[in-house]
């Protein structure tokens, strides 16, 4: 009954009511947009990131992270990987690296080179990095030979075909020194990487640098990226007394989540605004829906309706008109949030150049998200301001003079 009451005293003016409306659809259609953008360029941020640099979550010796140095490279062999691949159902694969930094050279030119023995199929599977090849080919798991990030390639002045010396350090003060044919180049979406990578088999890296059996790191990437703080849990809980470390990428790129959290407050700076704004707008609706149906109040309360029926139809009514521009905002915002979910919006010219610049990898493209989180918040605000803006009708009623009321 008192549903249908409200409903019906929304109607009575109907202007006011689908301005109010309008204005809500429009405020969380506009905040949906901005949190999806948002989330989007965030995730395509850390994906990318994760996937050409330091993968979403790392296994590696305990003293490593603090001295990323080949004496404390982590044995690996396949009781520790299948140790790692039980630990938790939601590890999707295991990728062995072995890092580390050596000399680079052609017949003319020298450049610091950060040398990563792979397998690519694996590589592959996680980050597609053989369909980045623009020169030559990849080597097979074994080949004796490498293959240059185009940036290094170019300073080195080297193409497919030739010689690429190799000079450094292996485990434990090992001269570390190679001849290797240059098999392929790769252009890295990574603009730091592109010119210093060199790629080659995980087993020769391990012949040259004198560690047989062991890796600089494990990546582990999880079925979905939300698994990833429950897989390190279960990790450390099984991998602590094996001298062990696990990294989330959070702790291994606290640049990239600060640039992120600066960019969430930007984002509700903007939203709390907006809603602001709204908030003033939908009180005023309110205000109005109060003061110019005072003598109406009166006249209820006299005939023996109670006061707290009376709070509810305000409550009803405030509470109506929420949830009908949520719903709007929803109906209108979802089918076009999606739509560029699917197709996300190419950059071109300076935009794109910008996104280069910024090094990430990142495609020049704004990509949105669809994540839950980002629809159900944008509702929750709306009615929580709906909650505290019906206060004032309440305490109008409550306080209401029936005699004076019903003069008016």
């Not at 008192?2 to 109010?20: D, F, G, H, S």
């Not at 959070?250 to 709204?278: F, N, S, T």
């Not at 209108?332 to 996300?344: A, E, K, S, T, V």
């Amino acid at each position: 009954m008192i549903t249908v009451l409200a409903w019906r005293n929304l109607w009575r003016n109907y202007r006011r009511t689908l301005i109010t409306v309008t204005s809500i659809i429009f405020a969380v259609m506009l905040a949906l947009f901005v949190g999806s953008l948002n989330r989007g360029t965030h995730n395509q941020m850390i994906d990318s990131m994760s996937r050409f640099h330091t993968g979403y979550l790392q296994v590696q010796d305990s003293l490593y992270q603090d001295e990323p140095s080949l004496d404390n490279a982590l044995y690996f062999d396949e009781n520790l990987a299948a140790e790692i691949e039980n630990a938790h159902p939601e590890i999707l694969s295991l990728l062995p690296r072995l890092e580390t930094f050596m000399l680079a050279a052609s017949d003319e030119q020298t450049r610091g080179a950060m040398v990563l023995g792979v397998e690519p199929r694996k590589e592959q599977q996680l980050n597609d990095l053989t369909d980045r090849i623009t020169a030559g080919s990849f080597f097979e798991p074994g080949d004796r030979a490498v293959v240059l990030a185009e940036g290094l390639a170019g300073r080195l002045n080297l193409t497919v075909g030739d010689s690429l010396i190799l000079l450094g350090q292996g485990r434990f003060g090992m001269t570390a020194a190679g001849l290797y044919e240059i098999q392929g180049l790769v252009r890295h979406p990574i603009r730091d990487m592109n010119n210093q990578m060199v790629y080659m088999s995980l087993p020769e890296a391990q012949w040259l640098l004198s560690a047989e059996d062991y890796v600089s790191s494990i990546l582990l990437t999880p079925t979905e990226v939300r698994h990833t703080d429950e897989i390190a849990a279960s990790l450390r809980d099984q991998l602590d007394e094996g001298g062990l470390r696990i990294l989330t990428w959070q702790e291994m790129m606290p640049e990239v989540l600060q640039l992120i959290e600066l960019d969430i407050a930007q984002q509700y700076l903007m939203v709390g605004i907006l809603y602001i704004v709204i908030g003033f707008g939908l009180f005023g609706t309110v205000l109005m829906m109060t003061l110019e149906r005072l003598r109406e109040f009166g006249v209820l309360l006299s005939v023996g309706m109670k006061r707290y029926q009376l709070c509810m139809v305000m409550f009803a009514e405030t509470l109506l008109i929420s949830l009908l521009g949520v719903m709007g905002g929803f109906l209108i915002g979802y089918p076009l949030i999606y739509f560029f979910y699917r197709n996300p919006i190419p950059l071109t010219g300076d935009m794109a150049a910008v996104v280069e610049e910024m090094g990430m990898g990142m495609e020049a493209a704004l990509t949105f998200s669809i994540d839950p989180d980002i629809f159900w918040t944008q509702g929750l605000i709306i009615f929580i301001l709906a909650f505290v803006i019906c206060l004032y009708p309440i305490i109008k009623i409550s306080r209401l003079n029936i005699l004076e009321a019903s003069r008016k």
